[in-house]
Each structure stands twice: as structure tokens, then as C-alpha cells.
């Protein structure tokens, strides 16, 4: 079945950088990668997602890669702001019977803005 | 418009006993999968409900059974409850059980199994 890997698990960085997570999938055939952001205690919401047909896509401060050949694909926050200290996770959706109705998550980045 | 809801929020069970976690989908949404979120790991996929049948399984053992009914909402059992089943039990709505629509995620259920 799919494998989703995610790096780095923690990250920190001084509000108003940048950061950057990446992820790598095993399954070729895989068309949908969304991202998600948790909050301590809360429920993981959508915060970008990217379909197998684009390579990037950016909405406002968050943009998301895709490499299809080599088959992984990376988060970027912009000039970070406390607020966005959470773990994020990145997921893939695969197409065969076996993997189409799920996602598979990655292990999650710990990320925590300085000010 | 309420999103996903949950119950119960929290509980503590013991080793051996029986549990069952309950789901209300988003508006609009007729398809219900369930995640286990151990501390500190990603969710990992249960089963997805649709047209109250069990549509895909995830690699959990018999134990984890589920129910959707005819108003979309849908129950999680756990049976002979482990130590290893502690964990946040997610529940996500979409619209459709394929595709690549958008899941909508409840607050959670948080177990405990003493």
C-alpha cells in the first residue's frame, strides 16, 4: 500500500522566515495530496491541497510543490507568524481499489514560530 | 452549519471491555471514515462507510467494527479493548467516497484504556 514519509518532524523558525516541510509517497499512481494543519487539541484542518495535474499551487502565505517523477512534494510558509505553530501533516490519495477511498498521512512536523 | 461532531469527548475504559464512538457528518455529506491518531503519529485510516456498507478497510484487526445510518451519521466499536487501542479517534466526512474531495474532520474522541 501507499507510504507517506515526512521531514524534518520538528521544525523552528524566527517569525517572519520562512519553512519549508517535504514529504515523498510510494505509490506512482497517487493523484491527490492535501495538507493539513492541527492545532494542540484540535481537529486537523485543511490548509492547501494539490492534485496530481498541477505542480504548485499558492494561496496567499501557503504554497505547495508537487514532483511527480520524483514523487514527493513540499509545504511552504511564507513570512511565518506565531499563529501558524502546529503540527502539519501532509496525506496522499491513491486510485487503486485498494487505496482509493483513504488517506495515507505522514508522521506529522512540529513547527514552532519564535517572535 | 454544524461541521463534524463527535461523542462522547473523552472516556476512560479498562482492558477487555467494549466501546462505541459515534459520528454526525458534516451537512451535505453522505460518506464517514474513521482515523486512529496514536500521541504524537499521523491518523491512520480504520474504514470508510457509504450507503451504510463498509467500503474500505483499513489494516485494524476484527475488533473495529462500524455502522452508518440511513441519515449518514455512524458508530465506531471497538470490542476486547487493548492497552495499544489509547488513541484520538477521528471521524471525517466528504462528500462521495471517492474522488478527491475535501475531508472535513470531527474534533475527535479521545480513549483511554487503563
Known amino acids: 500500500g501507499e507510504n507517506v514519509e515526512q521531514h524534518p518532524s520538528t521544525l523552528s523558525v524566527q517569525e517572519g522566515d520562512s519553512a519549508v516541510i517535504k514529504c515523498t509517497y510510494s505509490d506512482s499512481a497517487s493523484n491527490y495530496f492535501p495538507w493539513y494543519k492541527q492545532e494542540l487539541g484540535k481537529r486537523p484542518q485543511l490548509i492547501i491541497d494539490?492534485?496530481?495535474?498541477?505542480g504548485e499551487k499558492k494561496d496567499q502565505r501557503i504554497a505547495v510543490t508537487l514532483n511527480k517523477t520524483a514523487k514527493h512534494f513540499s509545504l511552504h510558509i511564507t513570512e511565518t507568524q506565531p499563529e501558524d505553530s502546529a503540527v502539519y501533516f501532509c496525506a496522499a490519495k491513491g486510485v487503486t481499489p485498494g487505496s482509493a477511498r483513504q488517506l495515507t498521512f505522514g508522521s506529522g512536523t512540529q513547527l514552532t514560530v519564535l517572535p | 452549519d454544524a461541521g463534524v461532531t463527535q461523542s462522547p469527548t473523552h472516556l476512560i475504559k479498562t482492558r477487555g471491555q467494549q466501546v462505541t464512538l459515534r459520528c454526525s457528518p458534516k451537512?451535505?455529506?453522505?460518506?464517514v471514515s474513521w482515523y486512529q491518531q496514536a500521541l504524537g503519529q499521523g491518523p491512520q485510516f480504520i474504514f470508510q462507510y457509504y450507503e451504510e456498507e463498509e467500503r474500505q478497510r483499513g489494516n485494524f484487526p476484527d475488533r473495529f467494527s462500524g455502522h452508518q445510518f440511513p441519515n449518514y451519521s455512524s458508530e465506531l466499536n471497538v470490542n476486547a479493548l487493548l492497552l495499544g487501542d489509547s488513541a484520538l479517534y477521528l471521524c471525517?466526512?466528504?462528500?462521495?467516497?471517492?474522488?478527491?474531495?475535501?475531508?472535513?474532520f470531527g474534533e475527535g474522541s479521545r480513549l483511554t484504556v487503563l
Open positions: 471525517a466526512s466528504s462528500r462521495g467516497p471517492g474522488g478527491t474531495g475535501e475531508l472535513f
Open positions: 494539490i492534485r496530481s495535474n498541477v
Open positions: 451537512s451535505g455529506h453522505d460518506t
